[in-house]
Every structure is written in C-alpha cells, then in structure tokens.
C-alpha cells in the first residue's frame, strides 16, 4: 500500500514537472491562420500527448520502481548532473551529428569527460520542418519531444549495454541548442570498417554485448522494447565496451492485429511472418526485429571472419538460425554462451607438445620487439604480430608453422576471456629482464634457412 502511494505520488509529480518542462503550445488564437501552422500545433499537441502517456505507462508497469522522484529526474539531489553543471562545463568539441541531435564533448569541474547531447537546430527534422511550417521556435520545440523521451528511456532501463545518463537540464535562458541537453557518458563512435581489421576476439565480445543487451530489451521491465532505428550508428564503445546511445525511436509497443497477415515483418531483403495472439498483439515482433537486424548490420560482418576452424560449425549454426529467425533471443544467447566456453576451453587443443618442444625457454625476460619485421593479421598489434592464445603450445604451433617466425613472448597480459597474449617476432632482439614474461626461442635445429 505504502509504494503504491508513493508511486501514485511520483507520478502526479512527474506529470506535474512534464507540464512545467514542456508547457503547452499557444492557443489556436494565437496562431497564424494558416493551414500549416495549425498543423504544426497539431504535431506538437500529439508529441506532447504521445510523451505524457509513455511517462505514465512507465509509472504504471512493472517499471515503476525504477523511477526516481521528479527532483531527481532533474539533476537536483545531486544523484544527476543538473544545469548548474551544465555551465561549468569547458572545452566544448563537436562529436558528431544525427537528423535530430547534437553532440559535443566538454569537461566537467572534476575534469571528468562527458558526452552533451542536444537538439540539432541545423538537422534533417528542424530544417525539414522549418521548411514545412516557418516556425524555427515550434519546429525545435517539436524535436526536444524525442530527446526528453530519450533521456526518460536512459534513466528507466539500467543495463551495461545502455548508455550512462549522468544529467539532463532544460533551461530557457540556456543558448538555443542547449536549451535541452541530456549530460551522457563519452564513448567513440563503432567503426565497422576498423572492427573488420581486430582480432575475431574482440569481435565477438561486441556479438556477445549485443546479444546480451538485446536480451535486456526482449525482457525490460517496460516490456518487450524494439529498436527502429537500428544502425551500427546508433552504438558507441566506452572503455572497448558496445553501448546503444541513440534510442530516442525505440518502441514498447507490439502492432496490433485481426489476423496473423497484419503481423508481416518486413525487411529489404527479407519478409517474415508473425503469429496475432489472441490479444491482438504481434506477439515477440519486437524481439524478432531486434534479432534479425543484429544479423544482417553486425553477425554477418564481425562473426564469421577470421574465426577460429573450431568455432566455425558453431558460428554457422548462429548464422542460420538467426538469418531465418528460427532461434529466438534465449537460444541465441544460449548458442553464444556455448560458443565462449568452447572457446575459453582451448578449444580441444592439443594437450601434447607437438611444436613446444623445438623452442628454448628464456624466463625472466621479454624482447624489444619494436618495429618487427614480422607481420600477422588480424593483429592486436597493427605494427607487428600480437595474438591471444589458450597456452604456449598454441603460440608455438602458430610461430612453427610460419617460417619468418623465431620467437615468441607471452607476459602476464590476458584478454577479456582470460587468454595469453602473444607477441611474435622474426628479427633477433635485445634480451630485457622482466620478471613477469618468457621467452621461447626457437632452437637453431629448427630455424628454417
């Protein structure tokens, strides 16, 4: 009894601080007679409506809870960053731009950081929009509807895959494009093209994050949540970790439906059926459009590639299954988590010592290996040769069976699977104590002339 008042208490407040952030549009008297100006007002009134009944559909689920009161939603207890932060903040850098937002990077009084995501006053919607009805005012005002939903969206859903929301301010007296600002953790952009040129290890782990947080969205405390907009733009990796920043277009609802022809899930390549339930929902739409566009924007560039030979009846089977929609996010999940344990297994390498046996044991020591010769790819070193590997039997396999190989280094560094990292070199080097590394050199019985 006593958190359902609480509850019913948060949200006539919440609504409350909704109706003093976002007060409502002018009257129609106010207006320009116009047809597209009344139409404007109209949009305005339906984004306006559209965010107040998601806030209360939050407070109304089994969400709730999660909500914190309105004084904190607005940085004031110290919880969030608020507007005061806001003008402390220094050395303001333009990041990057989208149809609707804009983000900067600036530096907090503690020297922390931060990511400062606002309305794009120069962006496809406002300009589009400013096109349409020639009213700048109305038409920015329209698009901080998306950005309080966004930064409602971050507050409510609490998984390592969702980015950070350290604040929000809305503030008039604030220059226009930072009138709304949502005060984000600072992550870099995902390029595709360099993930291509990593090592299969790490892009896996961006499979394995995704996946994960995919599972969070098909089971949120909102509800099953689908991503519209779901490009590798919409991602970021903080501290090499995959997080979605840009969900401002996600959706809890699932289409209503007679018949299960009204549940057609259509991609461009690709058309799939949805069963209507007998609620008249499209039941798992959601998750199935989540799961299928993982598949085609990141499985089918980062999995396969480069993968590991006894991994790649594993890699196949996910592909498939998740190309056709046959495995749902659970059995995905389940698949990946088999595929890290065979892989953190050593994957059935061999336990005898084919190869280690041809090289000297120099412990106590690494090489100065800088500026190698000897090239491997992918590398986690682009300059030279560095791999991560089960044991020494395994670097010393990969180095045996490359002729320009002579030694290897393996020191006291692991991946985020526990494996050794390996440093391969052709060149002879300067011996240089380290007591946490060794060093296996082929024996001169070996070296291939």
């Known amino acids: 009894m006593k958190n359902t008042i609480i509850l019913c208490g948060a949200a006539v407040s919440v609504l409350s601080v909704f109706s003093l952030l976002f007060p409502r ?9 116009s047809e597209r100006q009344a139409e404007l007002h109209r949009e305005i009134l339906e984004s306006r409506r559209d965010l107040l009944l998601f806030l209360s559909s939050l ?15 607005m940085g004031r207890t110290g919880t969030l960053l608020g507007c ?34 606002s309305v794009h006053n120069e962006g496809n919607d406002v300009t589009r929009c400013v096109r349409r009805y020639g009213d700048p005012a109305g038409c920015r005002s329209l698009a901080t509807y998306k950005l309080h939903k966004e930064v409602t969206l971050l507050r409510t859903l609490r998984h390592p895959g969702v980015i950070t929301l350290h604040g929000h301010c809305y503030e008039n007296s604030l220059a226009p494009n930072f009138r709304v600002t949502a005060m984000l ?13 990593t090592p299969w290890e ?13 599972h969070y969205l098909a089971n949120s405390p909102m509800g099953s949540i689908a991503l519209l907009d779901f490009q590798p733009r919409q991602f970021v990796l903080v501290d090499e970790n995959l997080k979605v920043t840009d969900i401002d277009d996600a959706t809890m609802e699932e289409l209503e439906c007679n018949t299960d022809k009204d549940c057609t899930l259509e991609f461009p390549s690709r058309t799939f059926a949805v069963r209507c339930s007998r609620a008249g929902r499209c039941t798992g739409i959601n998750e199935k459009r989540n799961l299928f566009n993982a598949y085609r924007f990141f499985f089918t560039y980062l999995l396969p590639h480069a993968a590991p030979p006894a991994l790649q009846p594993l890699l196949l089977d996910i592909m498939n299954a998740t190309g056709d929609l046959s495995y749902g996010i659970n059995e995905t999940l389940e698949a990946f988590q088999n595929v890290l344990k065979l892989y953190k297994s050593g994957m059935n390498h061999q336990r005898r010592l084919l190869y280690l046996k041809d090289y000297m044991l120099i412990e106590g020591y690494r090489l100065n290996e800088t500026n190698d010769d000897f090239r491997c790819w992918p ?3 682009h300059r030279g040769c560095a791999l991560s590997v089960h044991n020494s039997e395994e670097a010393a396999e990969f180095c045996s069976k490359n002729p320009n190989c002579h030694h290897f280094v393996i020191g006291h560094q692991r991946t985020w699977t526990g494996r050794l990292m390996a440093t391969f070199t052709s060149s002879a080097h300067k011996l240089i104590p380290d007591a946490n590394s060794r060093v296996y050199m082929k024996k001169p019985s070996n070296l291939k002339k």
């Open 84 to 117: 005061e932060d806001l003008t402390y903040v220094t050395g303001l850098q333009y990041v990057g731009s989208g149809f609707t937002k804009l983000v900067h990077k600036g530096t907090l009084r503690n020297g922390k950081e931060i990511a400062l995501k």
């Open 379 to 381: 590398s986690y070193n």
């Open 59 to 73: 407070l109304e689920g089994s969400g709730a809870d999660e909500l914190l009161l309105p004084g904190d939603i």
């Open 185 to 197: 953790e600072l992550g870099s952009p995902l390029e595709m093209i360099q993930l291509l040129q």
């Open 25 to 33: 549009p002018p009257s129609r008297k106010s207006f320009v007679r």
């Open 202 to 214: 790490k892009r896996f782990k961006i499979c394995l994050e995704l996946v994960n947080l995919l």
